[in-house]
């Protein structure tokens, strides 16, 4: 979902060309696959979205989730290393607790406490021991096009049932893949282009070894271009491993793509290296974002507020996963989002 979305994004914007390639293609797990890609491509940018998402699964499939959500993620960040490209990979809400009632900042302890999570802390972990050069974006409860989610889940329970049974005891911040990936494509992508067309920032590919310094500036001679590679799974629980790769032009226009509401950084700033926190705002239970979908989309179904306790599940859940954003503009609240997505998916 989230691999596709950028994917779109980028192809519709000018100043990237895309590349892809889907799972069958490159595997993230295997380090000579990984390593044919960045030969073919020679990406300055990789943006990895791929994870084993199937959370109840991972507990009985530890194995595989540790490949997908750590060693792959470690094996990619080798890879970027090797490559002086910079990484941009994607984790989750759920490598904390979520005993803290106000949420988690982005340099917050973390204490995962299921298996998925541990896995995706691994990957932090992992790739932050071998690249300087990375942006870790933590997100959460994602919705969009191009994939199953809880929106959609919600939407083809109502058709066939009047009532529901939804927890209220987790709470976290609901977020559509379109204004993440727009943020993302603002903030840490396209300064880069602004630094090839002379402005101060970064060249990606200009040095052989990796800086320690994520703003460190040069000026740039002539015309660059700046490859990304994505990877993203096709479906939960996949080993999923889809690439797409593109390469900005280099050029002074932004392009004539409206950008989603309040993510207006400043064009040309190179961020710092580390961890993000990107949601969008506001935070609610799955129970009530529940019965907000069914509002929005006039259905008379009644939602019933329970327990997790009600649920018998393989994984605990946190009960309260809010990111804190203390790095970034603010993206629209999820309220607003899910309206956008909703008229667009009827």
């Known amino acids: 979902m989230l691999g596709s979305c950028f994917f779109q994004h980028l192809t519709e914007n000018e100043d990237f060309e895309v590349f892809a390639f ?3 293609e490159v595997d993230i797990c295997d380090v000579g696959s990984v390593e044919s890609v960045f030969k073919r491509v020679s990406p300055d940018f990789v943006v990895n979205a791929a994870a084993y998402t199937a959370v109840d699964d991972c507990e009985t499939n530890r ?8 060693r792959a993620a470690g094996l990619i960040a080798e890879a970027c290393k090797e490559n002086n490209a910079v990484l941009i990979h994607f984790s989750t809400d759920y490598v904390f607790d979520g005993e803290n009632p106000h949420g988690y900042a982005e340099d917050d302890e973390c204490s995962p406490i299921n298996v998925y999570g541990e896995s995706k802390r691994a990957g932090e972990e992992l790739i932050m021991n071998v690249l300087n050069r990375c942006y870790i974006i933590r997100t959460s409860w994602l919705f969009g096009s191009g994939g ?4 959609t889940t919600m939407i083809d329970l109502g058709k066939t049932r009047d009532e529901l049974k939804v927890v209220v005891d987790q709470i976290g911040s609901p977020t559509y893949t379109d204004d ?11 300064p880069y282009l602004a630094g090839s067309s002379g402005s101060s ?4 590919s200009s040095e052989s070894s990796e800086s320690s310094e994520s703003s460190e500036s040069s000026e740039s001679s002539g015309s660059s271009e700046f490859r990304v590679s994505i990877g993203s799974p096709e479906s939960f629980g996949s080993r999923g491993s889809s690439e797409s790769i593109g390469s900005p032009e280099s050029r002074e226009s932004h392009g004539d793509r409206e950008h989603s509401p309040d993510v207006d950084h400043v064009y040309g700033e190179i961020l710092d290296y580390g961890i993000y926190h990107l949601t969008n705002s506001g935070a609610t239970s799955w129970h009530d974002f529940a019965k907000k979908i069914f509002e929005l989309k006039n259905m008379d179904i009644k939602v019933e507020a329970v327990d997790s306790g009600e649920f018998k599940r393989p994984a605990k859940r946190p009960h309260c996963s809010i990111l804190k954003n203390t790095k970034l503009e603010q993206l629209r609240r999820w309220e607003e989002a899910l309206k956008v997505y909703l008229d667009l998916i009827d």
């Open 63 to 70: 194995e595989d989730a540790f490949g997908v959500n750590a």
């Open 148 to 151: 199953k989610n809880f929106v």
């Open 22 to 24: 889907d799972k069958d």
């Open 201 to 204: 920032g970064s060249s990606v």
């Open 180 to 190: 993440l990936c727009e943020a993302v494509i603002k903030c840490f992508l396209r």
